[in-house]
């Protein structure tokens, strides 16, 4: 049960594009298309933005997009804004009903 | 409105034991799988434990196996985790989470656990 891995910031100014890689194996994130991603600013519990690789709940905005090639899954964040600031954290299924949580990225809006 | 209320928490000294409470209310408790997630205080989220719908289905993380027990009680819309051979390694904010199918879809505001003597 390894954390997937993430970097550890990403920057980007206000209306660009950003992406974030999340890196596990061939038993997590390569095996099951079940990946989600979370929001949490200071203070705040996480909230889900994608799930299932490339779906959002209702309510988060179409600027974020979820993808998955082999072991890497990615969130992109399109047309940032300041609002955005924040961590976001990808999530798998590892089977045996077992989940892995990534080691966060730090979002930062210049 | 989904509202999910973690209690039980506090401090605890190395070796002993914890029990924390998850108090859920706005939807049939019973139909949804329910998990435990950490968070270690300026640190990243850790998966701890999770229950399916009818405690059919149990996992636990490596980190806590054989110490941490979780349970539900469908009648009193609750899940629990009872944390025994407290670590100080234990020490973090304890988030209890609904899952929808396989993704944390509500959270509560979590409960802090310390481990210090």
């Known amino acids: 049960q390894s954390a997937l891995t993430q970097p550890a910031s990403v920057s980007g100014s206000p209306g660009q594009s950003i992406t974030i890689s999340c890196t596990g194996a061939s038993s997590d994130v390569g095996h099951y298309n079940l990946v989600s991603w979370y929001q949490q600013h200071p203070g705040k519990a996480p909230k889900l933005m994608i799930y299932e690789g490339n779906k959002r709940p209702s309510g988060v905005s179409n600027r974020f997009s979820g993808s998955k090639s082999g072991n890497t899954a990615s969130l992109t964040i399109s047309g940032l804004q300041a609002e955005d600031e924040a961590d976001y954290y990808c999530c798998s299924y590892a089977g045996t009903s077992t989940y892995v949580f990534g080691t966060g990225t730090k979002v930062t809006v210049l | 409105e989904v509202h999910l209320v973690e209690s039980g928490g506090g401090l605890v000294q190395p070796g002993r034991s914890l029990r924390l409470s998850c108090a859920a209310s706005?939807?049939?408790?019973?139909?949804?799988?329910m998990h435990w997630v950490r968070q270690v205080p300026g640190k990243g989220l850790e998966w701890v434990s999770g229950i399916t719908w009818n405690s059919g289905g149990i996992g636990y993380a490596d980190s806590v196996k054989g110490r941490f027990t979780i349970s539900r009680d469908n009648a009193k819309n609750s899940l629990y985790l009872q944390m025994n051979s407290l670590r100080g390694e234990d020490t973090a904010l304890y988030y209890c989470?609904?899952?929808?199918?396989?993704?944390?879809?509500?959270w509560g505001q979590g409960t802090l656990v310390t481990v210090s003597s």
């Open positions: 706005g939807f049939t408790f019973d139909e949804y799988a």
């Open positions: 989470a609904r899952v929808r199918e396989d993704e944390f879809d509500y």
